[in-house]
């Protein structure tokens, strides 16, 4: 996965993608490029609260389902506009079982690089469980998720992953900032980095949800909006 950018749409959300894709710093908000992926890593055997997002039928960003109707994914994945859609609970993105964002159903963050999307039917599956302050730390090795860019040499849209990988990274920062300023985890590449089409995705700690994919240079730095920060955010919209 390589974070350099966001990657809220490979083809269609130029900006989601810019905040994983172009080199940017991960402790300050970027406006041009912004997209991740993961590079090099390794791939998933099981994730049921994963969740694969398409704009208008493209494969776009990763993010998580942590409610039977809500999903949890970033701002800039959702920015562009179109019909979203989420393959949901298999490692493979082509499978899973599909979902509909509901009309009026986008809630984003005022200032964090965070957005819940209100699905069109309840999803009976395992939900990422939702970390709170104090579950990640600075010196943790954590571990990143997402179906992005697994190359550096060729338009990432080329190399999306079909099968979900995971890489580790360092934390070395947990009030940095995310792609809109907003309050965020950074880290530096363990095995592998986020890149175009990882944003949205998660930050696991001790196994639960500390981090939502926002930035990332793709070669080492990576900065994951820090949701334990914004958990009061989160359960005032999804109850959870």
Not at 220 to 226: G, I, K, R, V
Request: charged share 20%; with cysteine; proline share 4%.
């Amino acid at each position: 996965m390589s974070l350099a950018r966001n990657l809220a749409g490979v083809a269609g959300a130029v900006l989601a993608a810019a905040a994983f894709a172009a080199p940017a710093q991960a402790t300050e908000p970027q406006a041009q490029d912004v997209r991740p992926n993961i590079i090099d890593g390794r791939e998933v055997d099981s994730a049921p609260w994963a969740a694969r997002l398409f704009v208008d039928g493209q494969e776009n960003c990763t993010a998580t389902i942590i409610a039977p109707e809500w999903v949890l994914t970033a701002q800039h994945c959702v920015a562009g506009g179109g019909q979203l859609s989420f393959n949901i609970g298999d490692v493979d993105q082509t499978q899973g079982e599909h979902a509909e964002a509901k009309s009026g159903g986008v809630v984003v963050h005022d200032t964090a690089d965070l957005a819940l999307v209100n699905i069109d039917h309840a999803v009976q599956t395992e939900y990422a469980p939702l970390g709170s302050v104090g579950d990640v730390e600075v010196g943790d090795t954590v571990q990143t998720y997402g179906w992005g860019a697994t190359c550096t040499d060729k338009p990432e849209i080329e190399c999306q992953a079909q099968i979900l990988k995971v890489a580790d990274v360092d934390v070395t920062d947990i009030a940095c900032s995310d792609y809109r300023g907003g309050t965020a985890v950074c880290a530096t590449r363990g095995d592998g980095i986020p890149a175009g089409g990882d944003s949205g995705g998660p930050m696991f700690s001790g196994g639960v949800q500390v981090g939502v994919a926002s930035t990332s240079d793709r070669q080492s730095t990576t900065a994951y909006t820090n949701i334990t920060e914004y958990r009061d955010w989160i359960q005032s919209v999804a109850g959870v």
